[in-house]
Each structure stands twice: as C-alpha cells, then as structure tokens.
C-alpha cells in the first residue's frame, strides 16, 4: 500500500497571506457590486427598449454575470 505525504517547504508570510486574501475580498466584492448594478439597470428597462436592443428578458442574468465575471462565468 501506497502512502503520499505531502511537506510545504515554504510559504508566504502571514502578512502576505493576508494582504492577498483582502485584495481577493475586494475584488470579489467589485465584481459582485458590477453585476448587481447591471441586473438592476437591465431589469428596468421596458419590453420595447430590451427588443430595440436585441436582449430577451430571459438573457438578464446571463449579461449580467458576463459583465460581472467574464465570458466563462
């Protein structure tokens, strides 16, 4: 039988670790407020003016997160 230890050899320091993770947060939390923002202006169009733009009220959400998040989200 077969056994796989893994050792860390090195890691960041812990202030590091900790500006990455705020740096993380907050771009999570840019992209969260982009796609709020998006969905809600697109929820307020009319009918007429999401068919003058060539957008089903059933693509919102898909817009939405691809203006928040990129073309893979």
């Given at each position: 039988?077969?056994?796989?230890t893994g050792n860390r050899t090195h890691t960041?320091?812990?202030?590091?670790?900790?500006a990455d993770l705020r740096t993380t947060a907050l771009q999570a939390?840019?992209?969260?407020?982009?796609?709020?923002?998006t969905l809600s202006e697109l929820q307020d169009l009319s009918l007429r003016e999401m068919t003058d733009l060539g957008i089903n009220p059933s693509m919102i959400k898909r817009i939405a997160l691809e203006a928040a998040y990129g073309k893979n989200a």
């Open positions: 039988m077969a056994y796989i960041a320091p812990i202030g590091q670790r900790l939390y840019s992209n969260w407020r982009i796609y709020r923002t």
